[in-house]
C-alpha cells in the first residue's frame, strides 16, 4: 500500500460548518459516524467549476474521501446524499436545524461509540424536523434538545424536588432551578440550601411550574408564549451545562418573539370582545 494511500480514507459526513479561507478554499467541520469531528479544507471549492461545492454546503450529507492532513484534512471527493431541501425554505426548521448542528459540533463526544450514536441522532432529527408539520416544529425541536441533554448525560431533574424527592406540584406557581445542581427545588428548599451548600444565590433562577410541564410534554396544546419560555431555559441550560453560548439559539428566539407576541395580543383581543357577564 503506498503512503497516500494510507493517509486516504473514505466516509459519510455531514457538514456543520464552512468558513471561507483564502479567495477560493473552505475549512470544514465535518462530522462522522466513524471519526466523530473532523476539520478539513475544500480546495478552490469557490471556483464556479468546482466539484466539491455541494460538501461545502450547511446540513448536506455526502460520502467524501479525505487525505490526512497535518492540521487540516484534505477534501479529494464527495458524493452527495441527502440535502434536507425542506429545511431551506423555512426559516424557522432551517433555524433549528442549524442549532442541531451547534450541538454536534460543540457538546458531543467523539469516541467511537458515541460519535455513530451522536452521528444517528442528528441525521434521524434532521429527517423528522422536515418531515413534521409546521405547527409540530417547536414541539419536536425541543423535544430533540432534551433527547439531546440525556444522551450527551447532562438531562436535568425537571420532573422532582432534587433534596426531597417530592413530584413537581402542578399547583405551585415555579420552582427554582440550578443547572449546576441539574435539577429544580421548591423556593424553601432553595433557602435552606444556600444557607448549607453556599450555592450562590445567581446560580438559581425561577421557572413557572407551566413551562416545566410542557419540558415533560411538549406536544400539549401550549401557546407560543409558552413555547418561547421553554425555548428560552433550554438555551440557559445549553449556556450553562457546557459554558458556551451557541449562536443558533438567537436566531431560534429571534424568530419565536415575533410569533409568541402576535398570539397575546390574538389572545388578549378575544378576550376583550367577549360579552360583559352579568
Known amino acids: 500500500m503506498s503512503r497516500m494511500t494510507a493517509k486516504t480514507y473514505t466516509t ?9 479561507f483564502g479567495e477560493a478554499d473552505r475549512i470544514l467541520q465535518l462530522y462522522s459516524p ?3 469531528r473532523i476539520s478539513a479544507i475544500a480546495k478552490g471549492v469557490k471556483k464556479q467549476k468546482s466539484k466539491l461545492s455541494g460538501a461545502c454546503e450547511l446540513l448536506n450529507i455526502s460520502t467524501v474521501q479525505l487525505s490526512k492532513g497535518k492540521n487540516l484534512d484534505l477534501l479529494c471527493q464527495y458524493q452527495p446524499q441527502e440535502s434536507f431541501p425542506g ?31 451522536f452521528y444517528g441522532l442528528i441525521k434521524e432529527g434532521l429527517r423528522l424536523l ?15 434538545q432534551l433527547q439531546w441533554l440525556e444522551s450527551a448525560g447532562y438531562h436535568p431533574v425537571l420532573d422532582a424536588c432534587l433534596y426531597t424527592g417530592e413530584p413537581l406540584d402542578d399547583s405551585a406557581v415555579y420552582y427554582c432551578f440550578s443547572p449546576s445542581l441539574g435539577g429544580i427545588a421548591t423556593p424553601a428548599q432553595k433557602k435552606r440550601l444556600q444557607e448549607s451548600s453556599g450555592v450562590a444565590h445567581s446560580e438559581w433562577v425561577n421557572v413557572s411550574t407551566s413551562t416545566l ?12 408564549e409558552q413555547r418561547l419560555k421553554a425555548q428560552r431555559f433550554l438555551r440557559y441550560y445549553f449556556s450553562r451545562a457546557f459554558e458556551r453560548n451557541l449562536r443558533a439559539y438567537e436566531l431560534v428566539l429571534n424568530l419565536l418573539t415575533p410569533a409568541a ?12 370582545l367577549e360579552p360583559t357577564q352579568v
Open 34 to 36: 466513524e471519526h466523530g
Open 213 to 224: 410541564r410542557l419540558l415533560r410534554e411538549p406536544t400539549g396544546d401550549w401557546s407560543w
Open 87 to 117: 429545511l431551506r425554505t423555512d426559516l424557522l426548521r432551517l433555524a433549528y436545524g442549524m442549532l442541531f448542528a451547534e450541538l454536534l459540533l460543540y457538546t458531543a463526544t467523539d469516541t467511537e461509540e458515541d460519535s455513530e450514536a
Open 12 to 20: 459519510e459526513v455531514i457538514c456543520l460548518r464552512a468558513t471561507d
Open 130 to 144: 422536515q418531515a413534521c408539520p409546521e405547527d409540530g416544529v417547536v414541539a419536536f425541536a425541543l423535544q430533540y
Open 261 to 272: 407576541t402576535a398570539s397575546a395580543d390574538l389572545q388578549s383581543r378575544e378576550v376583550a
